[in-house]
């Protein structure tokens, strides 16, 4: 199906008629930025088909504030070797007709006839639904539901279906589905489709898991009378034992003790603590005494060493006044070479470009010659150029009729050998010289010859006979061979050739001539871009520079013979001004060095002589000794605290406090729980001599036996049940797998279409197809080899991507099996990477060479290398007002634009 022409008028926001004519039978590809009307375009060609004529289901169509609109939407196509031509409109004027070769169709009748062809319903009431479409639901995608294929495809699924099994006939043959169907309903009344018991077998099976449970709770409540049995013995001896010794008693008495011995490590603790602070206070205060001795003592040491900070100052100052003399020498050296380098690289440059401008003549002299020889390649150039020309002119030749030459001789090809293969074939077979005549040819010996119709045949003594090949459409093909020939004829005549391979040999040679031309072109361009008198003003352009430079070359003075290279005196200048450079900033941080070590020399004279001043004082002297004092009293104070915490802490330790804790908390703790024990135990007493005389009268051993006996009657009949389900689900499995041979024989064409563009996309992948033809697992190469999963788990644009090629295989399918395919993109693929979508590209171009597709997008910079013409909307909408305005000049209506 290709659609030729699509008109739309009163649709939403195209009040005014829009046309989009010169649909092409690959890809179209329209553009336009949001809201310019590229879904209401898509609306309005499924609306043509989907919707009923008089159904108000078309009220999306409707333009806004328009209670009197009548959508009216036009569509020209072709379908099976005809053309079709469909009119609709809706609301306001409810009609619908369609022209099909010459045959007038309107209304439901119409309106069916489209819905037979494309394979799609009409809604019994209200608008269209998804569930009605068909394949015009699979292959039209809509804006954001290109990643939704499962639905889409179960709404298909029936002419999917319907294809595949006009392709493969006997293969989908279901003569196996009554015994499937049989064994699965005898399966099904023992077991679920899950497999598990159901009916009698899953009654059989409760009622055994309930005896077995009932008999697994005898054996545990006679087990337990024992047990009860054997405990109230020992408790009662336990009891009788405590009412006698009273243990608690003695625990009691433990705790006590130990609790005693506690209080008095206590008071130990807390003297010890109050010593310990004493004797911290006291390390304090010699701390801080020691302190202030060792800082007087260090100031003793600071003196001799700023003594000797003053000599290394003197030292220093003394060196580097002894290298300013040398360093003066140095700058006047450098200051001097400086000037000399300047004076030689003025002398270099001047002869320097003595030499650029003799060089600048010779190139000029070289490149006005090539510029000749240019301009005598062009001449030539463009003389064959114009010569093969004309030769194009004189022997050209259509390729279009070429082409529709080329399809008519294998149309007539294929008609002659199914003519010669359904014709009556007479062979014949004569003895000596026996002779028959078939209408006007005399025949003899052995041989054979078709007849395509009524042919007299005379046998000479016998008699007459006359022939009439059987067959219907033996008829039919005469006649198309005869129109065929004609067709055929009147092309051959058209190009001016006998036969087509004297078309293909002129069509050859007119190939070459536009190659040649093609070649000479490029020739002319390269050797002359902006043409041959472009080239020869440039020429002489180049004459005039070239008598500039001579001149400006004699006005310079000869260079002289000493000087030297323009680099070599730019590089011994670079040298002499970095070693001016050098020697200056040598000067200069001698000078700043030498302030320095002046500065330092002075300053560590004071500081030696201020300290040595304060270490000769009377009054410090006099404090040091009382400082001696102070710390020799805090020594023995220290000593003395220490010596009394030792041996109070020797006493605590050999008390050990935690264990006497650890024994208050266990003698405490085994007091009471012995106390409880023993109440326990009497509780425990009386409530085990109740339930064991409870116990002795219900018979438990009497209860057991007769359970025993009706658990092996259940066994039994479940076993017989059983064994019979598990055969059942055998041999149902057994026919399934074969069921599914066929099954998967019956997906391998759609296979097939799948992988061919998956691989596209995933090189080396494959997907699998499930009973409903939906794409399933799919398994491709990842980073940890080979990856399977379902294609429902992939993100959002994989799916997107997944979508589309599904739905191409799903037209390769049924462009196979004869059924009509039209494929709408709505914005597709926007959720794709670059690299991604470059694959996608290459899949839809592969597609267009078998179908029509229409790709509305507004993002018209991705899919600038589809390799089709891409076209506005809105120069289309533009082009449209404007036609509106020729014809109805003096309108005052102007069309309203809506979203």
């Not at 069916?112 to 479409?133: E, I, N, T, V």
């Not at 006996?709 to 074969?738: C, I, S």
């Not at 790709?855 to 506005?872: A, N």
């Amino acid at each position: 199906m290709k659609l030729q022409r699509v008109r739309i008028e009163q649709v939403r926001q195209f009040r005014q008629p829009l046309e989009l004519p010169q649909l092409t039978a690959g890809l179209n590809l329209f553009y336009g930025p949001n809201e310019s009307g590229k879904s209401t375009l898509v609306q309005a060609i499924r609306s043509a088909f989907f919707e009923r004529h008089r159904s108000n289901g078309a009220e999306h169509l409707r333009p806004w504030g328009d209670s009197a609109a009548a959508p009216s939407i036009e569509i020209h196509f072709t379908s099976q070797r005809q053309d079709w031509q469909l009119h609709k409109s809706f609301l306001a004027t409810k009609r619908c007709d369609l022209q099909v070769a010459g045959q007038a169709f309107s209304g439901e009748e119409a309106e069916d006839k489209l819905a037979d062809l494309l394979g799609f319903q009409y809604a019994s009431r209200g608008a269209s639904q998804d569930r009605h479409w068909g394949i015009p639901g699979l292959l039209w995608v809509e804006q954001g539901s290109g990643q939704d294929i499962e639905a889409a495809a179960q709404h298909a699924g029936d002419h999917l279906q319907a294809a595949l099994h006009s392709m493969l006939g006997e293969v989908a043959s279901s003569g196996g589905d009554d015994l499937i169907q049989t064994v699965a309903a005898q399966r099904s009344n023992l077991l679920t489709p899950t497999g598990k018991p159901r009916g009698e077998y899953a009654t059989l099976a409760t009622r055994k898991a309930e005896l077995s449970a009932g008999l697994a709770t005898l054996e545990q409540r006679i087990g337990q009378y024992q047990a009860q049995v054997d405990r109230l013995g020992e408790l009662r001896q336990q009891h009788q034992r405590d009412e006698h010794q009273q243990p608690w008693l003695a625990a009691r008495q433990q705790y006590e003790e130990a609790q005693r011995r506690h209080r008095q490590v206590e008071q130990w603790q807390q003297e010890q603590q109050q010593e310990q602070q004493a004797l911290n206070n006291h390390t304090q205060t010699l701390g801080l005494l020691r302190e202030q001795q060792s800082q007087a003592r260090s100031q003793v040491d600071k003196l001799e060493q700023r003594h000797q900070e003053y000599i290394r100052a003197q030292e220093s100052l003394a060196s580097l006044s002894a290298q300013s003399p040398q360093i003066e020498a140095r700058l006047q050296h450098a200051q001097s070479a400086y000037s000399r380098a300047l004076e030689k690289v003025a002398l270099a440059r001047q002869q320097q470009q003595h030499g650029q401008l003799a060089d600048s003549v010779s190139q000029l002299e070289r490149q006005i010659a090539g510029l000749s020889d240019r301009l005598a390649k062009a001449r030539e150039h463009q003389e064959t150029l114009e010569q093969t020309r004309q030769v194009q002119r004189q022997d050209a030749i259509d390729p279009d009729t070429l082409a529709n030459l080329r399809q008519c001789q294998r149309q007539l090809d294929e008609a002659s050998i199914r003519s010669n293969a359904i014709a009556t074939r007479l062979r014949y077979h004569l003895e000596g010289n026996q002779t028959f005549t078939l209408e006007d040819t005399l025949l003899r010996g052995t041989g054979e010859t078709l007849l395509l119709e009524e042919t007299r045949l005379v046998i000479p003594g016998v008699g007459e006979l006359q022939i009439t090949p059987g067959g219907e459409d033996l008829g039919r093909l005469q006649r198309q061979l005869a129109r065929l020939t004609d067709e055929r004829n009147r092309q051959l005549h058209a190009l001016a050739v006998a036969s087509l391979a004297e078309g293909e040999q002129k069509a050859e040679r007119q190939a070459e001539r536009l190659r040649t031309i093609k070649t000479r072109e490029q020739l002319l361009t390269s050797v002359a871009p902006e043409g041959i008198d472009a080239l020869r003003a440039h020429q002489q352009t180049e004459y005039i520079r070239l008598e500039q430079l001579r001149a400006r070359l004699a006005a310079l003075p000869v260079a002289s013979a000493t000087a030297l290279p323009l680099d070599q005196a730019e590089t011994q200048q670079a040298e002499r001004e970095q070693q001016l450079a050098d020697a200056e900033q040598q000067h200069q941080r001698h000078q700043q060095s030498l302030a320095m070590a002046t500065q330092r020399t002075q300053a560590a004279q004071q500081e030696w002589q201020q300290l040595q001043r304060e270490l000769e004082d009377p009054k410090r002297q006099q404090l040091q000794h009382t400082l001696a004092q102070n710390i020799r009293s805090a020594e023995e104070d220290s000593s003395r605290l220490q010596a009394a915490i030792d041996l109070r802490q020797t006493r605590i330790d050999e008390a050990r406090p935690d264990l006497l804790q650890q024994d208050m908390v266990r003698f405490k703790t085994s007091a009471e729980q012995l106390e409880r024990a023993h109440q326990s135990r009497a509780l425990e007493l009386a409530r085990l001599q109740s339930a064991l005389e409870t116990l002795g009268g219900e018979g438990l051993e009497e209860l057991r036996d007769q359970q025993t006996a009706n658990l092996e009657r259940v066994e039994r009949r479940y076993q017989e049940l059983r064994r019979r389900a598990e055969a059942l689900d055998l041999l149902l499995g057994l026919l399934q797998d074969k069921r599914q041979e066929l099954t998967r024989r019956l997906q391998a064409p759609l296979q097939k279409h799948l992988h061919h563009y998956l691989r596209m996309l995933f090189p080396q992948a494959s997907i699998e197809v499930d009973d409903r033809l939906i794409p399933g697992q799919m398994t491709r190469s990842g980073r940890q080899g080979q990856e399977t999963g379902e294609v429902r788990a992939l993100s959002f644009g994989a799916r997107e991507q997944m979508g589309l090629i599904s739905r191409l295989a799903y037209a390769d399918l049924l462009q196979e099996a004869g059924r009509p395919t039209l494929i709408i993109l709505d914005d597709t693929l926007v959720h794709s990477d670059v690299t991604r979508l470059a694959k996608m590209k290459r899949i839809l171009f592969d597609a267009s060479q078998r179908h029509q597709i229409l790709l509305f997008t507004c993002h018209p910079d991705q899919w600038q290398d589809l390799g089709v013409q891409p076209r506005d909307l809105e120069a289309i909408k533009s082009q449209a007002l404007s036609e509106v305005a020729v014809q109805s000049p003096h309108s005052t209506r102007s069309p309203t634009t809506m979203p």
